[in-house]
């Protein structure tokens, strides 16, 4: 049992030493990685303890058993999302940045073993035409509704934005799938 198991075992059982460990560990890179985002600090301390908090019910759940990522990766992407519910309630126009320059963030926040596995979809990613990568953008990385990118991109009718993402996604899985393959 790695590190990583052993905390997650940890916080499953509510150990308070580990969560205490996790949120101190965690805070300043999360801080900092916040502050590119219209909100005050107070509001930003909020938005890390409730990430905090998920993350601890999340691992009671068992949410976390089977992690991919690295616990500061699950954290900060809670904490992000967190973050853009809170803009949206605002009603705070969010400036979302280019999903070409997504990468930047994950490389600053991700583990080494996941590295391989980003720049692979990044490369696929890339390598679709500008609407799969817009509707794709807008439905994960925003998280937009479908009615919403039913507006946004002018599309008939919802079931045309939900055709045209599950295509886009078979696309991208396709893509990813050759390039492997390539390698």
Known sequence: MNKSDKRIALLKQGDEAVIRDVYQEFRPGFLLFAKRYDLDGDTILDVYQDAIMALCENAKKGNLDSLSSSLKTYLFSIGKYMIYDRLRK???????????????????????????????????????????????????????????????????????????KSRCIKSLKELIKTGRNGQ
């Open 90 to 164: 605002e009603k705070k126009q969010v400036i979302f940045e280019n999903i070409e320059n997504f990468h930047f963030e994950w490389e600053e926040y991700s583990d080494e073993s996941n590295n391989e596995e980003i720049k692979q979809l990044q490369a696929s990613f890339s390598k679709m035409g500008s609407k799969c990568r817009e509707i794709l953008r807008l439905f994960y990385y925003e998280e937009r509704t479908l009615d919403e990118i039913t507006e946004l991109m002018e599309y008939e009718n919802k079931d045309v934005a939900k055709s045209q």
